[in-house]
Nanobody, 117 residues
Framework: VQLQASGGGLVQAGGSLRLSCRAPRTISSVFNPSTRGWFRQAPGKERELVASITSRGTTNYADSVKGRFSISRDNAKKTVYLQMNMLRPEDTAVYYC?????????WGQGTLVTVSS
Protein backbone atom coordinates (compact mmCIF):
# COMPACT_ATOMS: atom_id res chain seq x y z
CA VAL A 1 0.00 0.00 0.00
CA GLN A 2 2.37 2.70 -1.22
CA LEU A 3 1.90 6.22 0.04
CA GLN A 4 1.85 9.18 -2.37
CA ALA A 5 4.27 11.96 -1.46
CA SER A 6 4.16 15.23 -3.39
CA GLY A 7 5.09 18.89 -3.18
CA GLY A 8 8.85 18.77 -3.66
CA GLY A 9 10.77 21.06 -5.95
CA LEU A 10 13.67 23.44 -6.31
CA VAL A 11 13.86 26.29 -3.83
CA GLN A 12 16.48 28.80 -2.75
CA ALA A 13 17.99 28.68 0.71
CA GLY A 14 15.66 30.38 3.17
CA GLY A 15 12.60 29.42 1.18
CA SER A 16 9.64 27.20 2.05
CA LEU A 17 7.88 24.15 0.71
CA ARG A 18 4.88 22.14 1.86
CA LEU A 19 4.88 18.40 1.28
CA SER A 20 1.78 16.24 1.26
CA CYS A 21 1.39 12.52 1.74
CA ARG A 22 -1.88 10.85 0.80
CA ALA A 23 -3.00 7.38 1.75
CA PRO A 24 -6.02 6.89 -0.50
CA ARG A 25 -6.06 3.11 -0.20
CA THR A 26 -5.78 3.07 3.58
CA ILE A 27 -9.05 2.73 5.41
CA SER A 28 -9.73 5.26 8.13
CA SER A 29 -9.74 2.69 10.91
CA VAL A 30 -6.11 1.96 9.99
CA PHE A 31 -4.99 5.50 9.18
CA ASN A 32 -6.44 7.34 12.16
CA PRO A 33 -4.73 5.46 14.99
CA SER A 34 -1.37 5.23 13.28
CA THR A 35 1.74 7.30 13.91
CA ARG A 36 2.91 8.85 10.65
CA GLY A 37 6.30 10.19 9.75
CA TRP A 38 8.36 11.96 7.14
CA PHE A 39 11.73 10.51 6.25
CA ARG A 40 14.44 11.76 3.95
CA GLN A 41 17.43 10.33 2.18
CA ALA A 42 20.21 12.53 0.90
CA PRO A 43 22.70 11.27 -1.71
CA GLY A 44 25.16 8.88 -0.13
CA LYS A 45 23.42 8.92 3.24
CA GLU A 46 21.11 6.67 5.20
CA ARG A 47 17.40 7.33 5.24
CA GLU A 48 16.43 9.22 8.39
CA LEU A 49 13.24 10.10 10.22
CA VAL A 50 12.81 13.88 10.36
CA ALA A 51 9.33 14.29 11.84
CA SER A 52 6.51 12.18 13.23
CA ILE A 53 2.99 12.73 14.48
CA THR A 54 0.88 10.41 16.60
CA SER A 55 -2.84 9.82 16.30
CA ARG A 56 -3.35 12.38 19.06
CA GLY A 57 -1.21 14.99 17.34
CA THR A 58 1.94 14.67 19.41
CA THR A 59 4.88 15.62 17.25
CA ASN A 60 8.60 14.87 17.31
CA TYR A 61 11.39 16.27 15.19
CA ALA A 62 14.98 15.52 14.41
CA ASP A 63 17.30 18.10 15.94
CA SER A 64 18.37 19.24 12.49
CA VAL A 65 14.87 20.46 11.59
CA LYS A 66 13.46 21.61 14.93
CA GLY A 67 12.01 25.09 14.72
CA ARG A 68 11.96 25.01 10.91
CA PHE A 69 9.72 22.07 9.97
CA SER A 70 6.17 21.36 11.12
CA ILE A 71 4.25 18.11 10.64
CA SER A 72 0.46 17.92 10.69
CA ARG A 73 -2.27 15.54 9.66
CA ASP A 74 -5.84 15.64 8.36
CA ASN A 75 -7.49 12.32 9.16
CA ALA A 76 -10.59 13.12 7.10
CA LYS A 77 -8.38 13.43 4.03
CA LYS A 78 -6.01 10.66 5.12
CA THR A 79 -3.17 13.07 4.48
CA VAL A 80 -0.04 14.08 6.36
CA TYR A 81 1.76 17.35 5.68
CA LEU A 82 5.27 18.65 6.22
CA GLN A 83 5.69 22.41 6.22
CA MET A 84 9.35 23.23 5.66
CA ASN A 85 10.57 26.75 6.33
CA MET A 86 14.02 28.34 6.34
CA LEU A 87 15.28 25.59 4.08
CA ARG A 88 19.00 24.94 3.88
CA PRO A 89 21.12 23.25 1.21
CA GLU A 90 21.64 20.34 3.61
CA ASP A 91 17.87 19.70 3.50
CA THR A 92 18.29 18.53 -0.09
CA ALA A 93 17.01 14.95 -0.25
CA VAL A 94 14.25 12.69 -1.43
CA TYR A 95 11.46 12.91 1.14
CA TYR A 96 9.26 9.92 1.89
CA CYS A 97 6.33 9.31 4.15
CA UNK A 98 5.52 6.14 6.06
CA UNK A 99 4.08 4.90 9.27
CA UNK A 100 6.33 4.87 12.31
CA UNK A 101 8.05 2.51 12.69
CA UNK A 102 8.44 2.28 8.94
CA UNK A 103 6.91 -0.57 6.97
CA UNK A 104 8.44 -1.74 3.72
CA UNK A 105 5.14 -1.98 1.87
CA UNK A 106 4.38 1.69 2.47
CA TRP A 107 7.42 3.22 0.80
CA GLY A 108 6.42 5.18 -2.28
CA GLN A 109 8.54 6.99 -4.83
CA GLY A 110 9.14 9.97 -2.56
CA THR A 111 9.39 13.60 -3.62
CA LEU A 112 12.65 15.38 -4.37
CA VAL A 113 13.51 18.58 -2.52
CA THR A 114 16.47 20.54 -3.81
CA VAL A 115 17.67 23.61 -1.94
CA SER A 116 20.11 25.85 -3.75
CA SER A 117 22.56 28.11 -1.94
Amino acid sequence: VQLQASGGGLVQAGGSLRLSCRAPRTISSVFNPSTRGWFRQAPGKERELVASITSRGTTNYADSVKGRFSISRDNAKKTVYLQMNMLRPEDTAVYYCNIVPAAGDYWGQGTLVTVSS
